[in-house]
């Protein structure tokens, strides 16, 4: 029997199937992401399952071809630090793909349900808008699910050096990583990090500082430069709620025993108080730290 495959279907099903393979990736590799660049990545992947529309390549050859179009695609996705840290990317989105891809090919042996085609490595579902909707809300409960599950297997509390520079000026503080501090970026998902005003204050110019120092001073008149950094950061804790004011650093460096890692773009909220007695000067998502 004949599959039509309808190319606006196919490309806008790998799309989104694409997307939510990479946010897998960057949650379960805890790499920081922005939604643009994974949505570019995610068009990329989408473009390579026109290759469905081929005539059979061969399995070898299938497979060297998404190999080149999955580093490409983590590429276009991800600020990879390292090639080291490149190739951990690489291998967990590969794997991610792997196993969709197996369990894609289970349902198509198993089941064959109509509407669904694969050739040369790439997949069509022949699927409506309202069911892309449905699966898409489902897609992002299970990713939550999935997240969840394996931050109970984060690193325990462990304190890290953590170099933070704006602008050529650079500072370093201690930092706690703390499974219980999930504060991320509300547009980006970027993990954040918390530190103690302080601790950062020689890295804010004069005209910035009063809209770090309390909230209510947040309606300061920024300078250009800044206006592109700040950023208001909602938060929850045991009975209290309310908003951090935050920026956006260049790069920050956390000093791992094995490794430096760093991080470009992430951003650093601050607080008016102090979060310890003095054995840490700032609160780190595990997030940031790399798949080990």
Excluded at 189 to 196: D, F, I, R, T
Excluded at 209 to 232: D, G, H, I, K, T
Aim: glycine share 6%; net charge positive.
């Amino acid at each position: 029997m004949t599959q039509t495959i309808y190319v606006d279907i196919l490309f806008a099903v790998n799309l989104f199937m694409n997307f939510f393979l990479l946010l897998v990736t960057a949650r379960l590799a805890h790499q920081p992401y922005k939604r643009l660049r994974l949505l570019a990545g995610a068009a990329l992947g989408a473009l390579f399952s026109f290759v469905i529309l081929l005539p059979e390549l061969g399995i070898l050859f299938s497979i060297a071809t998404k190999a080149v179009f999955s580093a490409l695609i983590v590429l276009a996705s991800f600020h990879a630090a390292s090639f080291k840290r490149f190739l951990k990317l690489y291998a967990c989105f590969f794997t991610v793909n792997f196993a969709f891809a197996g369990i894609a090919f289970a349902l198509w042996l198993f089941v064959a349900p109509p509407g669904l085609a694969m050739g040369n490595g790439a997949f069509y579902f022949d699927i409506s808008p309202l069911l892309l909707v449905v699966t898409a809300a489902a897609a992002y409960l299970l990713l939550s699910l999935f997240h969840r599950f394996f931050q109970k297997g984060a690193p325990p509390k462990s304190i890290y050096d953590l170099t933070v520079t704006v602008e050529g000026r650079s500072v370093t503080l201690r930092t706690l990583a703390d499974t219980g501090n999930s504060l991320t970026e509300s547009f980006t998902g970027s993990p954040v990090v918390l530190a103690e005003y302080q601790s950062v204050r020689e890295l804010l110019p004069d005209p910035v500082r009063p809209a770090f120092q309390n909230a209510s001073a947040a309606c300061v008149r920024l300078p250009e430069a800044w206006q592109r950094r700040y950023r208001v950061i909602p938060y929850k804790s045991v009975g209290a709620n309310g908003l951090l004011p935050s920026f956006k650093a260049d790069e920050i460096v956390i000093h791992t025993k094995e490794e430096p890692v760093t991080v470009q773009g992430a951003f650093v909220a601050v607080s008016d108080t102090n979060l310890s007695s003095g054995e840490y000067r700032g609160l780190m998502n595990p997030q940031l730290l790399p798949m080990k």
